[in-house]
């Protein structure tokens, strides 16, 4: 039976720790969906299509990822794509609480769904697309974040707000 899993977040915008998790998870999956959150409460920079189109440009290279976007529940769209693996990442210490409860109570919605959690390289534990924002929005550099290209659209943006 293939293996599926979604990898869900909001990448706003995908950063090298989201490639380091892919990459990790793309050895372990025979079938990968990067599922773009889309959440009306939570303000992003980038819009939904913005960042799908982004992560399409940064991912070109795995054959075996797909890039989608849901909102409502996630249980609900593990349950429409057929997948029952979740990939989540855990930096440094900051993530666990959160990530655990989430675990516990997706588990309680859908009992065939499992969490998988994996660990970046280290020179990533601290990296996160909000950091990556802040920067960015103060002219800082962050070529060692983002992909070339990402790094142009965030100037583009903060150029142009
Ligand atoms: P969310 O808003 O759902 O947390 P993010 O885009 O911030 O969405 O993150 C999606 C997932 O990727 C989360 O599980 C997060 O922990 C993980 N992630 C983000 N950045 C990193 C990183 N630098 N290293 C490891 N995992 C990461």
Do not use: W
Request: aromatic share 12%; proline share 3%.
């Amino acid at each position: 039976m293939k293996k599926k899993a979604i990898y869900p977040g909001s990448f706003d915008p995908i950063t090298f720790g989201h490639l380091d998790l892919l990459k990790r998870s793309c050895k372990l999956f025979d079938d990968l969906t990067i599922a773009v959150v889309v959440n009306p409460h939570k303000k992003a920079l980038f819009t939904v299509d913005e960042r799908v189109a982004m992560i399409k440009m940064a991912t070109k290279k795995y054959r075996n990822v797909k890039i989608d976007k849901f909102d409502g529940l996630l249980v609900d769209y593990a349950k429409k794509v057929k997948a029952n693996v979740i990939i989540r990442g855990l930096r440094a210490i900051a993530d666990f609480e959160y990530e655990f409860q989430m675990a516990l109570v997706n588990r309680s919605l859908y009992k065939p769904l499992d969490m998988v959690y994996m660990m970046p390289s280290v020179e990533y534990t601290y990296l996160s697309s909000s950091i990556v924002r802040e920067v960015a929005s103060l002219g800082g550099d962050v070529s060692g974040f983002v992909s070339t290209f990402i790094a142009g659209k965030l100037k583009e943006k903060f150029n142009n707000a």
